[in-house]
C-alpha cells in the first residue's frame, strides 16, 4: 500500500509567485513561436538577423536528452540558414569540480557528436571557450554590471550550491551567469535555445546587454539583447525514474551499441500496471518511456501508448529499444566514420576557434573603443 502526503495549501504571496512565473513563461513561449515563423520565412536570406549561441560543457558524453532536446535542433536551424555559435565551455567545468576530468576526450566525443547529429562546421561554428582569450576579457565590464545579490539568486547558482554539501562557493559558480553572458554577447547571438530553468540565465545577459548599452555606450545598441527559442522537448527522466543525468549514469548515451542500449531500457523504472497508459502525473516512469519512443517515431506518447495496449513493460521497453536504436543508427555509423579520422576532429576545433577568435577580438575592441579605452 502506498501512501500519499496532502500537499500544503500555497500561500498567497507563494501563489502569486507562480502565478507570475507562469505568465512570464506563457509570454516567452508566445515570443518563441513568433521568432521560429520569422526565421522560417527570414533566416536564408539574412543569417546574422537570427545569429544562435548554444553548447555544452565538456563533463561526459552527450545522450538522447541532448539529441531530442537540442541537437535535433541545432541541425534545424543551421539547414534553415541561422548562422549558428555553438561553444564547448571548457572552463565552465571547473565551476563545481575540483579537476578537469577526461578533458580531451569529453571535448572530441562532443566534436563527435556534432557532427554525426549533422552540424557542418562550413556554415556552423564549433569552438572551445578557452581558446577564445577575447571572450573572456569581456568578463570583467560585465562583472560590473550586475550584483552579488543577483548572483546568488540564480537558479543554477542555488541549486549547484544547494547540492555541494558544504562546499563552500567558489567564485567561478558565483560568476557563471556572467561567463554565460559573455558566451552569448561577444557573438552578439540574438536568439538562445534554451528550456524553461534556463530563462533566468537568459535575462540575466539581456539585463547585462541593457545595462552596458546605457552605462557605457551612451544608449547606443552595442550589443542586443537575445531572445529564447523555447524547446518543445518536455523534461525527460532517466531510467531509474529521476532527472536525467550523466553524473547519476541513468542515461542512453549517444555513443552507445544498440546491446548497451538494449540493456539500459530493459532496466528502466516502470510499474506493474499491465495495461500501458499515458499518465505523466500518475505513471511519470512508464510516461517517460512513451514520450521518449514518441520523440524518436515523431509520435505522440498516447498513440506508441494504444499500439503497446495490454502488452506491459516488457513490450513497452521493447518498442522504445527499437525506436531509439532504429533512430539512432545512422548517427552511430556516421560516428564511428569520423573517430577514425582524429586529424579532421582537430581541423574542425581549429577552424571554429580561429572563427570565433575573430569574432571575439572585433567585440572587444568595439567594447574598449565605447569604453574610451582604445590606447
Not at 581558446?131 to 549547484?160: G, H, I
Not at 542512453?252 to 523504472?269: E, G, H
Not at 497508459?277 to 505513471?283: E, K, L, Q, V
Not at 556516421?334 to 567585440?363: K, M
Request: net charge negative; with cysteine; glycine share 6%.
Amino acid at each position: 500500500m502506498t501512501t500519499t502526503t496532502a500537499p500544503t495549501a500555497p500561500t498567497a504571496s507563494n501563489a502569486s509567485v507562480e502565478t507570475d512565473d507562469s505568465r512570464t513563461y506563457a509570454a516567452a513561449r508566445d515570443r518563441s513561436a513568433v521568432l521560429d515563423a520569422l526565421i522560417d520565412g527570414h533566416a536564408a536570406e539574412d543569417p546574422a538577423r537570427f545569429r544562435m549561441l548554444t553548447g555544452d560543457r565538456p563533463t561526459g558524453p552527450l545522450h538522447i536528452g541532448h539529441y531530442l532536446a537540442s541537437l535535433r535542433n541545432r541541425v534545424r536551424l543551421q539547414d534553415k540558414g541561422v548562422e549558428t555559435f555553438v561553444v564547448i565551455a571548457d572552463y565552465q567545468v571547473i565551476t563545481d569540480r575540483d579537476s578537469v576530468g577526461e578533458m580531451g576526450d569529453n571535448v572530441q566525443g562532443l566534436v563527435l557528436d556534432y557532427l554525426a547529429a549533422g552540424l557542418d562546421p562550413a556554415r556552423t561554428t564549433i569552438f572551445t571557450h578557452s581558446a577564445v582569450p577575447a571572450l573572456n576579457q569581456l568578463m570583467l565590464p560585465f562583472l560590473s554590471l550586475v550584483t552579488d545579490s543577483e548572483l546568488r539568486r540564480n537558479p543554477t547558482v542555488k541549486d549547484e550550491l544547494a547540492l555541494s554539501a558544504g562546499r563552500p562557493l567558489s567564485g567561478l559558480l558565483l560568476t557563471y551567469p556572467v561567463h554565460q553572458a559573455a558566451d552569448i554577447l561577444f557573438c552578439h547571438s540574438r536568439i538562445v535555445p534554451v528550456g524553461r530553468d534556463q530563462l533566468p540565465h537568459l535575462e540575466q545577459t539581456r539585463a547585462i546587454a541593457r545595462r552596458f548599452n546605457s552605462r557605457y555606450a551612451a544608449g547606443h545598441s552595442v550589443f542586443p539583447e537575445p531572445e529564447a527559442l523555447l524547446s518543445d522537448v518536455p523534461l525527460l527522466l532517466g531510467t531509474d525514474g529521476t532527472k536525467m543525468s550523466k553524473s547519476k549514469g541513468n542515461v542512453i548515451n549517444l555513443r552507445d551499441t544498440a546491446d548497451q542500449t538494449a540493456d539500459r531500457i530493459r532496466v528502466a523504472r516502470t510499474d506493474s500496471e499491465r495495461r500501458i497508459t499515458y499518465d505523466p502525473n500518475g505513471r511519470p516512469a512508464v510516461a517517460n518511456l512513451l514520450t521518449i519512443a514518441g520523440l524518436f517515431l515523431d509520435e505522440s506518447p498516447e498513440s506508441v501508448a494504444e499500439r503497446v495496449g495490454d502488452g506491459g513493460a516488457r513490450v513497452l521497453k521493447e518498442v522504445v529499444t527499437e525506436s531509439v536504436n532504429d533512430s539512432l543508427a545512422g548517427h552511430r555509423a556516421r560516428r564511428a566514420d569520423l573517430a577514425r579520422d582524429p586529424a579532421y576532429l582537430t581541423s574542425v576545433l581549429h577552424e571554429g576557434n580561429a572563427r570565433a577568435n575573430e569574432v571575439a577580438e572585433r567585440t572587444l575592441a568595439t567594447v574598449r573603443a565605447v569604453m574610451g579605452m582604445s590606447y
